[in-house]
Structures are given as structure tokens and as C-alpha cells.
């Protein structure tokens, strides 16, 4: 029964923690990021932009802020999209994107890919602001953190560890 109580806690929270992050959201923006590690202190980073808004409202554009003063490498944008720091070689510690026509925004519910550039040290997770524009016209803006896109091996092994350490309890409790 114990075991039963516990699996059904561990759904439940698992459930939670989907949703939550989405619950009052609007507007709002998840990025996700790659790393991929090009030797003697480079780091390049691919970008996904999440428009996760929920009234409607399409992304824009978006700006990353560096730490520190940052050499970085822009890489071509997606159709439609420009960016004033991001194209070239540059030094500074933002970069940013945008789109000027509405017919290449990112629309509530969808994603769009392609955002890459090589910096000058590791990067990892970073600060963003997100901006959007609704169908009347109205402007708005979002802040937030971009995250590392999970492993899908590492995301299964961790799970499979969770379920024998689970059962491996439940079979010593019953012995």
C-alpha cells in the first residue's frame, strides 16, 4: 500500500511541475538552448524560441544579456529575422534579434529554431527579454532564464535509476 501511496505522490508532483510553469503565463517565452563545447574557450549555442503566451500574443523579439563583456559570432538568422549585434564579429554584453514584419513572428503556441552564435568563454544558461506584440497592436514584454534542452538518454536513465531504486525498496520491505 505504502508503495502505491508513494508512485501515486510521485505522478501527481511529476504532473505538477509539467504544468505549472504554464498556469498564469501569458505573455511568455521559453528558450531552450544547446552548447556545444568548440575547444580553446569558444562555445557555440543553438537557440529554439518557445512562444508559450496564451491570449494570442506573437514574439518578436528577443535579447540576451552576458555577465561579462562578450566576443560573439552570429551565425544567419531565420527568414525574416535580423539581428544589429548578432550578424558579424562583435564585442558587447548583449546580443539581440527581431523580426519588423508580422508575418515572420513567432505565433502564440509555436516554436522557431535557427538562433546560433559562437562566444568567447561558456555561456550556459542566460538572462533574456522577449517582446510581443497582440493583434490590437499592444506591446509587451517578458523576462526570463533560457534552459539547456534535456538529453533524452539521460532523461530515460534517470528515470529507469528512480524506478529500480523504488522497487529494489519495495521488494527488501516485503522480505
Known amino acids: 500500500m505504502k508503495l502505491k501511496n508513494l508512485l501515486m505522490t510521485t ?3 511529476a504532473c505538477m511541475l509539467m504544468f505549472v510553469s ?18 580553446s574557450g569558444s562555445y557555440q549555442y543553438d537557440y529554439i524560441f518557445n512562444n508559450t503566451s496564451t491570449a494570442g500574443e506573437s514574439l518578436y523579439k528577443v535579447r ?8 560573439t559570432t552570429g551565425s544567419p538568422l531565420p527568414d525574416g529575422w535580423f539581428g544589429t549585434v548578432w550578424t558579424g564579429t562583435n564585442t558587447n554584453t548583449f546580443v539581440n534579434t527581431m523580426s519588423i514584419n508580422q508575418n515572420d513572428y513567432i505565433a502564440a503556441g509555436n516554436s522557431l529554431g535557427g538562433f546560433s552564435f559562437i562566444i568567447d568563454h561558456q555561456l550556459g544558461d542566460s538572462d533574456f527579454a522577449a517582446e510581443f506584440n497582440n493583434a ?3 506591446k509587451f514584454a517578458f523576462s526570463g532564464t533560457t534552459t539547456v534542452v534535456p538529453e533524452p538518454v539521460s532523461t530515460i536513465l534517470f528515470l529507469a ?4 531504486l523504488a522497487v529494489r525498496r519495495y521488494v527488501r520491505r516485503r522480505i
Open 11 to 13: 505522478v501527481v508532483l
Open 136 to 138: 490590437q497592436g499592444n
Open 64 to 71: 540576451f544579456y552576458f555577465d561579462i563583456l562578450s566576443t
Open 161 to 164: 535509476g528512480g524506478a529500480t
Open 22 to 39: 504554464t498556469a498564469f503565463a501569458s505573455p511568455s517565452a521559453s528558450i531552450l538552448y544547446n552548447e556545444t563545447n568548440l575547444g
